[in-house]
């Protein structure tokens, strides 16, 4: 095997974001950017000589390419023995478990997730380490750090990696397992949930859709879901993944994922839907007319886990992103088990799961997941609420009211403002930052500000500090307004505002939750002054 050093300089851009480095396909295929950022992983992640490694990616355009140049560069840099998912792809929950039960040394996730796939679209990167989760603020920092002086980059002539055959092949000195990565996942779901009771519910006249996006989440749903649990064809849409996606964008939310939210309104909607992200991390959950929002989602897993076999000993505790809706910290406190709350990004989780101090955890973007894996985890969710479901006989709209009745609602909204000059953004959110002090007391849309803070976390595990993770703005009336500025986009910047109203249990908690939050959007957009510095008047984007 003939290893090359090929001369390279440093790129100044390569500072990964809230799920690792993301940017348009046209940069990443720049000569020597992938190759860079790749050997400054090599270089300060670990010692690669020897290792055992997973790579896969959520099929954007640029996979397979990018995955050719990382089995080459491996195989330089003394990895053993890759692991990649067939066809390149690899879910990133599935590559987070398969990581841990390898003992692999880490692995590389090709994937931007959520953003718009294809030649003019965004590639992704992210690499985790060997307890399955994205690398840490410190690790990322080395791999940062590294990119800044690299020099020099290892690659070596393997020729070509057969993506599609499975089974193991040596390639130069480095063996390459092409596996199916479907099977290790679903029996891993067979171990949590009750699959003879899914299954019941799935062959009656119970009628479900699940929208895969065109991403990656097609197979394993195909597989779970129709041939294991023997629900009908054509129960999963959109099914097989696309390099763009099919021109989607495969973020499950009400408005990406419009159709389905449609699907539910009418009236031949079928008694179940739920979609998932680009890489299938991510869920969304819906019943007849009904959008659960993040907050809720993760409060009625938590408040219903023992009715399912993998969590019927009861949970640790729980641990929810700084904006996601307080919903679950009432559960907690009933169950009388702690409730965390950490900055936005999955890794914040995964010393709170490995120390075993939490068995859930969940985020403000349809993002949920335990202690089964160290990344979140779509269609995990999904057959949860299916489990729930038959667990109870009650639907979702069901389940629901049943938790407002005992809990309250957390009416739940985000409003984006896409900010087309990034140093305008971050402008705008210093200076929220800076407000912070002289809002206590302010007025807005009726309501009083009784307590805002710059969120900073003090990590219980590790000690360590990450702060600047958002304004926490609380009301008098337990209403909450929170900014933070968006760490996954490729151009310009978004601030994100999470508004959040809280119902008595007694009171009429129905509503439209936009409609309920707006006056604290209105407040909110005040606060940051966006008018005048933006010239918005309204959010780009409400979620
Ligand atoms: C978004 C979400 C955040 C999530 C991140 C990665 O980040 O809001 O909750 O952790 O995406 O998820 P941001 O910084 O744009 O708000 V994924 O599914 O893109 O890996
Ligand atoms: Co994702």
Same mark, same amino acid.
């Given at each position: 095997?003939?290893?090359q050093?090929? *001369?390279?300089? *440093?790129?100044?851009?390569?500072q990964?974001?809230?799920?690792?480095?993301?940017?348009?396909?046209?940069?990443?295929?720049?000569?020597n950017y992938?190759?860079?950022?790749?050997?400054?992983?090599?270089?300060?992640?670990?010692?690669?000589?020897?290792?055992?490694?997973?790579?896969?990616?959520?099929g954007?355009?640029?996979?397979r390419?990018?995955?050719?140049?990382?089995?080459?560069?491996?195989?330089?840099?003394?990895?053993?023995?890759?692991?990649?998912?067939?066809?390149?792809?690899?879910?990133?929950?599935?590559?987070?478990?398969?990581?841990?039960?390898?003992a692999?040394?880490?692995?590389?996730?090709?994937?931007?997730?959520?953003?718009?796939?294809?030649p003019?679209?965004?590639?992704?990167?992210?690499?985790?380490?060997?307890?399955?989760?994205?690398?840490?603020?410190?690790?990322?920092?080395?791999?940062y750090?590294?990119?800044?002086s690299?020099?020099?980059?290892l690659?070596?002539?393997?020729?070509?990696?057969?993506?599609?055959?499975?089974?193991?092949?040596?390639?130069?000195?480095?063996?390459?397992?092409?596996?199916?990565?479907?099977?290790g996942y679903a029996?891993?779901?067979?171990?949590?949930?009750?699959?003879?009771r899914?299954?019941?519910?799935?062959?009656?006249?119970?009628?479900?859709?699940?929208?895969?996006?065109?991403?990656?989440?097609?197979?394993?749903a195909?597989e779970?879901?129709?041939?294991?649990?023997?629900?009908?064809? @054509?129960?999963?849409?959109?099914?097989? *993944?696309?390099?763009?996606?099919?021109?989607?964008?495969?973020?499950?939310?009400?408005?990406?994922?419009?159709?389905?939210?449609?699907?539910?309104?009418?009236?031949?909607?079928?008694?179940?839907?739920?979609?998932?992200d680009?890489?299938?991390d991510?869920n969304?959950?819906?019943?007849?007319?009904?959008?659960?929002?993040?907050?809720?989602?993760?409060?009625?897993?938590?408040?219903n886990?023992?009715?399912?076999?993998?969590?019927?000993?009861?949970?640790?505790?729980?641990?929810?992103?700084?904006?996601?809706?307080?919903?679950v910290?009432?559960?907690?406190?009933?169950?009388?088990?702690?409730c965390?709350?950490?900055?936005?990004?999955?890794r914040?989780?995964?010393?709170l799961?490995e120390?075993?101090?939490?068995?859930?955890?969940?985020?403000?973007?349809f993002?949920?997941?335990?202690?089964?894996?160290r990344?979140?985890?779509?269609?995990?969710?999904?057959?949860?609420w299916?489990?729930?479901?038959?667990?109870?006989?009650?639907?979702?709209p069901?389940?629901?009211?049943?938790?407002?009745?005992?809990?309250?609602?957390?009416?739940?909204?985000?409003?984006?403002?896409f900010?087309?000059?990034?140093?305008?953004?971050?402008?705008?959110?210093?200076?929220?930052?800076?407000?912070v002090?002289?809002?206590?007391?302010?007025?807005?849309?009726?309501?009083?500000?009784g307590?805002?803070?710059?969120?900073?976390?003090?990590?219980p595990?590790?000690?360590?500090?990450?702060?600047?993770?958002?304004?926490?703005?609380?009301?008098?009336?337990?209403s909450?307004?929170?900014?933070?500025?968006?760490?996954?986009?490729?151009? @310009?910047?978004?601030?994100?505002?999470?508004?959040?109203?809280?119902?008595?249990?007694?009171?009429?908690?129905?509503?439209?939750?936009?409609?309920?939050?707006?006056?604290?959007?209105?407040?909110?957009k005040?606060?940051?002054?966006?008018?005048?510095?933006? @010239?918005?008047?309204? *959010?780009?984007?409400?979620?």
């Amino acid at each position: 095997m003939n290893v090359q050093s090929v *001369p390279t300089t *440093p790129f100044p851009d390569q500072q990964p974001g809230t799920a690792g480095l993301r940017r348009k396909v046209a940069i990443f295929r720049q000569p020597n950017y992938l190759q860079n950022f790749l050997q400054a992983i090599f270089d300060s992640a670990g010692d690669f000589h020897g290792a055992t490694v997973v790579a896969g990616g959520d099929g954007r355009y640029f996979n397979r390419e990018a995955l050719q140049i990382l089995a080459q560069m491996a195989a330089a840099n003394g990895v053993a023995r890759l692991i990649i998912g067939i066809g390149g792809l690899l879910s990133t929950p599935a590559a987070s478990m398969l990581i841990r039960q390898r003992a692999a040394l880490g692995g590389f996730l090709l994937t931007a997730s959520h953003n718009p796939g294809g030649p003019e679209g965004d590639f992704g990167l992210k690499f985790n380490t060997a307890s399955g989760g994205q690398a840490s603020e410190a690790v990322t920092a080395d791999i940062y750090q590294t990119t800044r002086s690299l020099s020099r980059y290892l690659i070596a002539n393997i020729g070509s990696v057969d993506l599609d055959r499975p089974g193991e092949h040596r390639y130069g000195s480095m063996r390459v397992e092409v596996i199916d990565p479907v099977t290790g996942y679903a029996a891993m779901m067979e171990s949590l949930f009750d699959f003879d009771r899914i299954g019941e519910l799935l062959r009656s006249d119970f009628r479900m859709r699940f929208d895969a996006m065109h991403a990656v989440t097609g197979p394993y749903a195909e597989e779970i879901l129709v041939r294991r649990l023997g629900a009908p064809a @054509g129960t999963v849409i959109n099914a097989s *993944p696309l390099p763009d996606f099919g021109g989607g964008h495969p973020d499950p939310n009400p408005v990406d994922a419009a159709d389905l939210v449609h699907i539910m309104d009418g009236d031949d909607a079928p008694d179940f839907a739920a979609a998932s992200d680009g890489d299938g991390d991510r869920n969304m959950i819906l019943g007849r007319g009904l959008v659960v929002s993040p907050g809720d989602s993760l409060a009625v897993l938590a408040a219903n886990a023992t009715l399912t076999p993998g969590y019927r000993d009861g949970l640790a505790g729980v641990a929810r992103s700084m904006p996601t809706s307080r919903a679950v910290d009432a559960v907690a406190a009933r169950l009388g088990i702690p409730c965390y709350e950490t900055p936005t990004g999955w890794r914040f989780f995964c010393n709170l799961l490995e120390a075993g101090l939490v068995d859930l955890c969940g985020e403000e973007s349809f993002g949920t997941s335990s202690s089964h894996a160290r990344e979140k985890d779509g269609l995990w969710a999904v057959l949860f609420w299916l489990d729930l479901q038959a667990a109870t006989g009650k639907d979702v709209p069901g389940l629901i009211q049943a938790h407002w009745r005992e809990y309250g609602r957390h009416a739940f909204c985000r409003h984006d403002y896409f900010i087309p000059d990034a140093e305008t953004g971050r402008k705008i959110f210093a200076g929220i930052e800076g407000a912070v002090g002289t809002l206590v007391g302010a007025q807005g849309a009726g309501v009083t500000v009784g307590h805002a803070d710059v969120f900073s976390y003090h990590d219980p595990v590790d000690g360590s500090i990450s702060d600047h993770q958002g304004v926490r703005v609380t009301l008098t009336d337990d209403s909450r307004i929170v900014f933070r500025l968006s760490g996954t986009g490729t151009a @310009g910047a978004t601030l994100r505002i999470y508004l959040e109203r809280f119902m008595p249990p007694d009171g009429d908690c129905s509503g439209d939750a936009a409609v309920l939050t707006a006056d604290l959007g209105q407040a909110a957009k005040d606060m940051a002054r966006l008018s005048e510095l933006a @010239g918005l008047d309204r *959010p780009t984007g409400i979620i």
